[in-house]
């Protein structure tokens, strides 16, 4: 009994020892952190208005020297706050030159850390400050074998903003199996920067990955793109399935066609999908032929056909006019609950 005893006043005092040096190793690293803020805070202060002058001026300062991490922390965090309020060519183009001066080499450690966090917030940051003297350091990272599926994305959306010449070679071979998601980030990053590159890929679109082929029509769709629809309308006429579906909406959101009568007879297709994307694109279009079949899938099986018919005829001058008519005469129940729907939409 006595040993029992003995032996459950040193367990207790032992877990009250561990619990002390537990409270005090946090005791003191929050006041470390602490200290480490202050000290941050107080190199902000020095550093803004040096930083200030170099983005609305151009002019440099021999006082802008961060060296230490807390110092470099404190010019990232300042540039961090002036990158998401300057507007300018010209100051953004000041920014990244800073960040390419200063921060270099401490990102380039940064990429090689084996915390993934600081290596994921180094890309970001890298992306924010447009720093293109890292793009080979960006390059390199997608090669390690450990690299998760995360950074590899944002690594290549980079690549892609910062016009890496392989980008696409890259896109079409080694990573050819990247979901649509990956895809559309990393083209809308592409589309932006470099239309070349984006151009080639729409002409290798017949060869690519059924992923790869979403993503364009989607980054096409979202940019709304009007030189590509030649390209749309020959993909909606040799494809089926997801991919002339996916080319059809692209259509919609462009909102103009040469020629309407084939998307006419999509109103009439046996797959509901493609009716209410025809419906769509008729009721942006304001197309007066196609009002009559509009009114008729008020009355389709699908709801969805049925809402977006709505809202296309709402679009019409006379269209409240239209869905008032239908409330009032037609017989069928759902039809009438969606005129009345989109007449009171807005009110």
């Not at 952190?33 to 208005?49: A, G, H, M, S, V």
């Not at 984006?198 to 690519?208: I, P, T």
């Not at 239908?326 to 759902?334: C, G, H, M, P, Y």
Request: charge should be positive; aromatic fraction near 10%.
């Amino acid at each position: 009994m006595k040993n029992e005893l003995f032996s459950l006043s040193v367990l207790t005092i032992t877990i009250l020892c561990i619990l002390v040096i537990l409270l005090k190793y946090l005791i003191i690293r929050k006041t470390l952190d602490l200290r480490n803020r202050e000290k941050i805070e107080n190199y902000k202060e020095t550093y803004n208005p040096h930083i200030y002058r170099m983005l609305t001026e151009g002019t440099y300062s021999r006082k802008l020297k961060p060296e230490t991490g807390l110092q470099q922390k404190a010019f990232e965090e300042l540039l961090s706050r002036y990158i998401k309020v300057i507007e300018g060519v010209e100051e953004k183009e000041r920014l990244s030159e800073l960040a390419s001066m200063y921060l270099s080499d401490y990102y380039r450690k940064r990429l090689n850390s084996i915390k993934w966090s600081t290596r994921m917030n180094t890309l970001y940051h890298i992306e924010d400050f447009h720093m293109i003297s890292l793009l080979d350091d960006v390059y390199l990272l997608t090669k390690k074998k450990q690299l998760s599926h995360e950074e590899l994305v944002h690594s290549l959306r980079i690549l892609a903003l910062f016009k890496f010449e392989s980008i696409l070679n890259l896109l079409t071979t080694k990573y050819r199996h990247l979901t649509e998601y990956d895809y559309r980030h990393i083209l809308l990053r592409l589309h932006e920067h470099q239309f070349d590159q984006f151009d080639q890929l729409v002409l290798y679109f017949h060869k690519a990955e059924l992923s790869l082929q979403k993503a364009v029509l989607e980054v096409i769709s979202i940019k709304r793109e009007l030189t590509y629809l030649p390209f749309i309308e020959n993909i909606i006429s040799s494809y089926l399935g997801e991919i002339k579906l996916r080319a059809l909406k692209a259509v919609a959101q462009i909102g103009y066609v040469k020629n309407i009568d084939p998307y006419l007879d999509l109103l009439y297709s046996t797959k509901w999908e493609e009716r209410l994307v025809a419906a769509k694109l008729v009721g942006s279009l304001k197309e007066e032929k196609a009002l009559a079949r509009l009114i008729e899938l008020l009355h389709d099986q699908a709801w969805w056909v049925r809402s977006q018919a709505g809202q296309s005829i709402s679009q019409f001058a006379n269209g409240k006019d239209v869905l008032r008519k239908v409330l009032e005469t037609s017989k069928d129940a759902f039809a009438k609950d969606m005129a009345w729907e989109w007449l009171h939409k807005g009110v």
